[in-house]
């Protein structure tokens, strides 16, 4: 087995000191001293015991390696089996982990056969062990070992055990793996245990019973009706509709359209005591003004025409339980006037009837427009405002509690995975930066859309990227830096400066040739606009018109005269 050039693998990695960050393909990766790693190391040796440590340290390097795994059929899917699973090697080379020198490797992956034998170079892991404990009898590359099985595991769509058969932590002069499917070693069951997720969650809450206290104590703002935040001003709309549901209270939800002014109606009212009763929703906007008191308060048979048989409104429907309305801002007022003696009196009357009906009602309105505001302007009733804003609560805006967003898109990818009946990863880091830096004028509604469309046109099993959520994203190279192919790096911006100097250079046209060039070119793309040209070239019209006259180009010969 022989390594491909790695040039491609290179160009995933970017590094960008402007926003103080790196990254693999849209994985965020991290610069760390192999000293810090190694303190860390010790430190758990000494705390928590060796196998605990290795435990940690193999699963980081699994998980490591299981996220590798995902570039390589989708950098290199039209190379062969083996040059495609030579990515993780090489990868593993890349950042710094091991020298990876082939033995051989022999794999069906359609079969799900694996066998694979390789040195190791210049371990970090290795080094830091011994500098600080000295050699040891058993290996001590795991977290190497956790990224050789998960990455191929991950390949290969099966666990591939590798062991380490000979490690410089032992005094051997150079690391050795060898790798296989787990049901093929006859000790694989000393070595599973390390990879179990569960055994370090059970050591983790043997350490801390307070994670468990922490847990009760973040779920209970998760509660309701898939409400999710954390965030301060999320945690005080919650707390509001905690009490309000309690009561019967009239409530006046206001916030921009999108922050989920139904899904907090439906929270008051799946905790209330009239959770059993219907929960009727009626949205003032989209009915024709001249329909909404009936569809309100029902019609009696022949109270206008089409009205062949009498029906009840959504009023009387919501006997016993909830009537949301929602964008109540909308209602004309002389529906206004109808709705507040229904408030006022508990009754209401059907169109074409004098028989007044009670109802057991508790209203939940709801509206985006700046209702004192309307009342201001003459188009809200003042007095059915005040009727209704008892009990106002102000819902948020996605861009005011961006800590959330995180926590919403991991729901909103289970929920549509299921809906779609697909399975995707999650989310990118990077495709994560840009959900949290965008302005959402659609709020939670306009993030759920987005977070849909990504899963719909995410590959199975693959993780959503800017590219699904953003159609129209460019990756930013402003301030980037990228590895050369001697590991040293170079600037990009810098980069395409030299390949433009050497374009000019090679072009034999001296530099007054290459002004008059430039002159004219952007003259005549703005067709003849030398004010329009100024711009284009960065300098003023008088600026312009100086070069042009120096270098004796004539505008009016070339038919581009203002």
């Known amino acids: 087995m022989i390594f491909p050039e790695d040039l491609d693998l290179r160009r995933l990695i970017r590094f960008s000191p402007d926003d103080g960050s790196i990254w693999l393909a849209e994985s965020r990766m991290l610069l760390l001293h192999t000293a810090s790693l190694g303190s860390l190391r010790e430190e758990m040796m000494n705390s928590v015991g060796q196998e605990f440590t290795r435990r940690m340290f193999t699963r980081m390097g699994f998980a490591s390696g299981k996220r590798d795994a995902e570039l390589a059929r989708k950098i290199r899917g039209n190379l062969s089996i083996y040059e495609q699973f030579a990515t993780g090697p090489q990868m593993h080379m890349l950042e710094g982990g091991v020298q990876v020198i082939p033995v051989f490797c022999d794999m069906d992956v359609d079969k799900g056969e694996f066998h694979g034998e390789f040195i190791w170079r210049n371990s970090w892991e290795a080094d830091a062990h011994v500098n600080v404990f000295g050699p040891q009898q058993d290996a001590v590359c795991w977290g190497l070992l956790g990224y050789a099985s998960g990455y191929t595991s991950a390949f290969m769509g099966r666990f591939i055990l590798f062991k380490e058969t000979k490690c410089v932590g032992c005094s051997h002069d150079e690391c ?9 070693w006859p000790d694989a069951q000393d070595y599973v245990s390390y990879f179990e997720p569960e055994s370090i969650m059970t050591q983790l809450l043997e350490l801390s019973s307070q994670v468990e206290v922490l ?62 009763k219907p929960f009727v929703t009626i949205n003032c906007a989209a009915l024709p003004h001249d329909l909404i008191e009936a569809e309100l308060f029902g019609v009696e048979k022949g109270a206008y025409t089409g009205a062949a048989s009498s029906r009840a409104g959504k009023f009387e429907r919501a006997d016993g339980g909830t009537l949301f309305l929602d964008e109540l801002g909308e209602l004309p007022l002389a529906s206004q006037a109808k709705l507040l003696r229904a408030l006022q ?41 005040y009727r209704l804003s008892v009990y106002p609560i102000l819902i948020p805006p996605l861009r005011e509690r961006r800590n959330d967003i995180p926590s919403l898109v991991s729901m909103m990818v289970e929920k549509f995975c299921a809906l779609h009946e697909k399975r995707v990863a999650g989310v990118t880091d990077q495709a994560m930066q840009a959900l949290l830096a965008y302005d959402w004028p659609g709020n939670v509604r306009e993030l759920g859309n987005m977070i849909e469309r990504g899963v ?16 129209n994203f460019i990756l930013p190279e402003t301030g980037q830096v990228a590895v050369d192919k001697t590991g040293a790096l170079e600037d990009r911006q810098r980069e395409r400066e ?9 072009s034999g046209m001296s530099l007054q040739d290459m002004e008059n060039m430039v002159l ?36 009016c010969d070339d038919h581009t005269e203002v």
């Open 176 to 184: 050795r793996i060898v790798g296989k499917p787990v049901e093929e």
């Open 215 to 276: 847990r009760s104590t973040l779920k209970k703002y998760r509660s309701l009706e898939d409400m999710i935040g954390e965030s301060p001003s999320f945690r005080q709309a919650y707390r509001l509709v905690e009490k309000a549901a309690e009561t019967n209270v009239t409530v006046l939800l206001t916030g921009e359209t999108g922050v989920g002014k139904e899904r907090f109606a439906r929270a008051i009212h799946s905790r209330s005591r009239r959770a059993n």
């Open 345 to 385: 009196e508990g009754e209401i009357e059907r169109l074409g009837d004098d028989h007044p009906r009670k109802v057991d009602v508790r209203i939940i309105a709801a509206t985006n427009v700046d209702l004192p505001q309307a009342v201001k302007a003459g188009r809200f009733r003042a007095d059915l405002y």
């Open 456 to 471: 719909i046109l995410a590959a199975q099993g693959d993780w959503i990227e800017c590219r699904d959520l953003f159609p």
């Open 498 to 506: 030299n390949a433009l100097c050497d374009q000019i250079l090679c």
């Open 520 to 555: 004219r070119e952007a003259v005549m793309r703005c067709k003849g606009n030398l004010s329009g040209a100024a711009r284009l070239l960065g300098i003023t019209r008088p600026q312009l018109s100086y070069r042009l006259k120096r270098c004796m180009i004539d505008t």
